[in-house]
């Protein structure tokens, strides 16, 4: 359910441009990245707590952990959106996390789809 949540809220954020509404979309986009935290954990929990599962892909969830919590770190004490220089690190950051969590998500769907696969030979 947090998943959903925190999709939706990222969604929200896509259709208020810090240009146009920069107080809403810094609250949803704070809202958003302290949800996807927890999100994250869980999605490592369970892969770490999942026998059938190699380890190496909770290892992949551990470094996208890493770089959400940096991510959350350079957006609350990081420079501002106002300046030029801010604005250019924090979505810079933006991106960075963007990126590793398509990688992440690319790693995780193949894992998965291996695992179905061995399921599906062993049946």
Same mark, same amino acid.
């Given at each position: !359910? ?17 240009? @146009?509404?920069?107080? #809403? ?16 954990? *869980?999605?490592? *929990? ?12 909770? @290892? ?14 350079? !957006?609350?004490?990081? #420079? ?34 291996? *695992? ?8």
């Amino acid at each position: !359910m947090i998943g959903v949540f925190t999709g939706v809220i990222f969604l929200i954020v896509i259709f208020l441009p810090w240009d @146009l509404y920069y107080e #809403p979309h810094v609250i949803f986009n704070s809202i958003g990245s302290l949800a996807l935290i927890f999100v994250v954990v *869980l999605f490592a *929990l369970a892969t770490y707590l999942n026998e059938d599962y190699p380890n190496r892909y909770f @290892l992949v969830y551990l470094i996208y952990t890493i770089i959400v919590v940096i991510y959350l770190i350079v !957006m609350f004490t990081g #420079p501002s959106f106002t300046s030029a220089e801010g604005l250019r690190i924090q979505a810079t950051w933006q991106k960075i996390l963007l990126f590793a969590g398509i990688i992440t998500i690319l790693i995780q769907g193949y894992g998965a789809w291996k *695992l179905e696969q061995s399921f599906s030979v062993n049946i």
